[in-house]
């Protein structure tokens, strides 16, 4: 999988199942064994790449509490901006970028856990929602893949209106 997320990262969407067997150093027979079809590779490396931006908010972002859903936002945009060719075959492929099944199930109780303690901390809104954070990152990726201004200022700007204002 390794040399799979190596060759769509450089070459997008041309790169094909011999490729990513040679890259590998396996034959193409064997890479078929793993993943029966192009788009179960890439559902693969998709997962891959969910779980390790929900290690990240484990690891690193969950121990923040008041900062930690900003600290997820920044490595969300720093992950799709990084990788913005991987991005469009996952989309491409599969129809869209978000997770699905067990990755998404995973990357949902971290969000919920990371929105808890920041509620806890007061540092963001009561009424914040995980679909909200996944709306969130839906506008951050669009605006990181057409280019249509900087990312880390739409975070800026979203992440003052997730902030607590205290009693209405």
Do not use: N
Request: with cysteine.
């Amino acid at each position: 999988m390794k040399a799979a997320r190596r060759l769509f990262h450089e070459h997008g969407d041309a790169v094909q199942m011999p490729e990513v067997a040679r890259a590998a150093g396996v034959g193409v027979g064997t890479v078929y064994r793993h993943f029966p079809s192009r788009q179960a590779l890439i559902a693969a490396v998709a997962d891959q790449r969910f779980g390790e931006i929900a290690e990240y908010a484990r690891t690193t972002c969950l121990p923040e509490p008041g900062r930690g859903l900003m600290l997820y936002l920044r490595h969300v945009g720093e992950v799709l901006a990084a990788d913005q060719r991987l991005s469009a075959v996952i989309e491409a492929t599969l129809g869209a970028t978000a997770p699905r099944g067990e990755a998404r199930a995973q990357l949902e109780e971290v969000v919920s856990s990371l929105i808890a303690r920041d509620q806890a901390a007061g540092a963001v809104r009561a009424d914040l929602t995980v679909g909200d954070v996944y709306m969130l990152v839906g506008g951050l990726s669009a605006t990181i893949r057409v280019g249509s201004g900087d990312w880390g200022r739409f975070i800026e700007l979203a992440f003052d209106g997730l902030r607590s204002r205290g009693p209405r």
